[in-house]
């Protein structure tokens, strides 16, 4: 059960297992314990809502890179009927594309979406740890002083935030761009970093995430497979730091 409720993307197994003994899982209206099964007739439910479980023979797990334009929101679907980031993304074949991560309607770059639940999972979770690295444009030009903040950390609403690197791109006139890299993410949490030293964010985008870099070829609202060594890289990444 916790293999299946893992693949769907719920969470890990570790923690689904844990679930399972609070007696949060039920199939068919019955509690369950470790060890019990399912199949594609039975009524999944966590907390009482319904589950959609993937196929019991489902391919090896799949990797896109995305590049997200400006404009789509990272939903299935939206109540104001703006596109979204998996209007253009092809077929799975089986199973469903589960995104990685989210960026605001105002970032454009790079996204992962996988077919595996328990990998988009790990990828996610704050113990993973994976660096993410973006290209910014603020506002003005930082003093050194605020760069050096950045670095070694501000305090926001939600807690303390420091840049793991800053490294200055350009500038001109009116702005200056930077890149930037962080190893979690929070929601906002670069534009925020900037904005409390009253530096607005005008460009936003997502380069890297982990060793996958946004190929300098891909347009935006295209979409490319990873290579199976690329997804083998991140793979040994998330081992590691378990």
Known sequence: MQKLLAAAGLGSRRAIEQWIREGRVTVNGQVVQLGARAGPGDDVRVDGRPVRLAPAHAPARRLLIYHKPLGQVTTRSDPQGRPTVFDG???P?????????RLDIGTSGLLLFTTDGELAHRLMHPSSEIEREDLVTVR?????ATL????????????????????????TAADATFRVVLHEGRNREVRRMWEAFGHEV?????????????PRDLPPGAHREVPVEVMDELLRGLQARQ
Not at 93 to 101: F, L
């Open 202 to 214: 005008t460009r936003l985008k997502r380069v890297r995430f982990g060793p996958v870099e946004l």
């Open 93 to 101: 074949g089986t199973g469903r594309w589960i995104v990685v991560g």
């Open 89 to 91: 993304l092809p077929e």
């Open 148 to 171: 050096q903040r950045l670095r070694t950390g501000v305090m926001l609403e939600d807690g303390p935030a420091r840049f793991d690197r800053l490294r200055p791109v350009s500038r």
């Open 140 to 144: 003005g030009h930082p003093s050194p």
